[in-house]
């Protein structure tokens, strides 16, 4: 289904999107002036100490701007489907929704789908462009308004605005990009006869799969500046981590230097850290349990000597 050209710029939309990083394409959206009939959130999920049932920050805004919230679990039951369909949506805009769109989710709205991803398409298609990104070292990344389709992220592209990496963390540059993908979808709906879709070429395809708990563990035998991007690509959450006695630490931010000294172990009475090549030298740690800290104040409380080994 293809978007059509010259269309007014007030719309009935369908949004659909979860985490934090949707919530500024839907405030646009409204401060737009858009008719926005539904907002599709995955369903509130139990967290915290007491396992309360929390819904997601796209549900909870939504709430705040008098917007009638669906949570599903899927969109693959007949029903789902069938209500979905009697919204007569011009539109449904997807910004890191969680779920898998059917076809016939996909050919309901007038205009199909759109969807806000946060890399620079065909580079970094999946579910972790972000993280991956920053992982790889790449220089660049940015957001991709594409037309969506049964593949994973391999519709049309409508536009894309770059930005430079510059050793941000991941949550720094989740936020950078979520800001601009909102500024540039609402551009896109308000002018789509200057924004026709065009195929991604086959070129230059990149998958970002899902992190995995296993990739939080840092691994001190890459080169310093390679465990430098692990923790910047984990940061803030679910954070980078080793562990040292019965203790779990968390680093946030990390300098890298050329020093030398045994991969995984503490090099002197700083926190400095060998790697393969190089070292780290926390600028920001978190124990478990406690707030966050530079490696100063950590020493002070508790004792990591020169020549501890850390896992």
């Given amino acids: ?130 993280q991956r990104a920053i992982l790889a070292g790449d220089i ?9 389709e049964a593949g994973l992220d391999t519709g049309p592209m409508l536009v894309k605005v770059h930005t430079g990496i510059d050793g941000k963390t991941a949550g720094e540059l989740t936020d950078e990009l979520a800001h601009l993908g909102a500024e540039l979808l609402v551009t896109v709906l308000g002018y789509l006869s ?25 691994d001190f035998q890459q080169a310093a500046e390679a465990v430098e991007r692990q923790i910047r690509a984990l940061a803030p959450a679910p954070g980078a981590f080793f562990e040292f006695g019965d203790e779990r630490f968390r680093i946030l931010s990390t ?6 000294g045994p991969a995984g172990t503490v090099i002197d009475d700083q926190l400095t850290i060998g790697c393969g090549t190089g070292a780290v030298r926390p600028s920001l740690i978190q124990r478990a349990g406690k707030s966050a800290m530079t490696p100063a104040e950590l020493l002070r409380g508790f004792a990591i000597p020169q020549w501890s080994i850390l896992s």
């Fill in 1 to 130: 289904m293809c978007l059509a050209k010259g269309l007014e710029k007030i719309m009935r939309i369908i949004f659909m999107g979860t985490p934090d990083f949707a919530v500024p394409t839907l405030n646009a959206l409204a401060a737009a002036g858009h008719d926005i009939c539904a907002v599709y959130s995955q369903p509130p999920r139990r967290a915290g100490r007491g396992k309360t049932l929390s819904p997601t920050p796209v549900h909870k805004r939504a709430e705040e701007l008098g917007l009638d919230v669906r949570t599903p679990a899927s969109l693959k039951l007949p029903e789902e489907q069938s209500a979905f369909a009697e919204l007569e949506a011009d539109i449904a805009v997807v910004a890191a929704y969680g779920l898998i769109l059917p076809q016939v989710i996909l050919d309901a709205p007038k205009l199909g789908c759109v969807n806000v991803h946060a890399s620079l398409l065909p580079r970094w298609r999946g579910a972790a462009p972000i």
């Fill in 140 to 148: 660049e990344t940015g957001v991709t308004i594409m037309q969506m």
């Fill in 194 to 218: 200057a924004h026709p879709p065009v195929d991604q070429p086959d070129t230059g395809v990149t998958y970002a799969a899902k992190i995995d708990k296993a990739e939080s563990r840092i």
């Fill in 255 to 260: 300098q890298v230097l050329n020093e030398t």
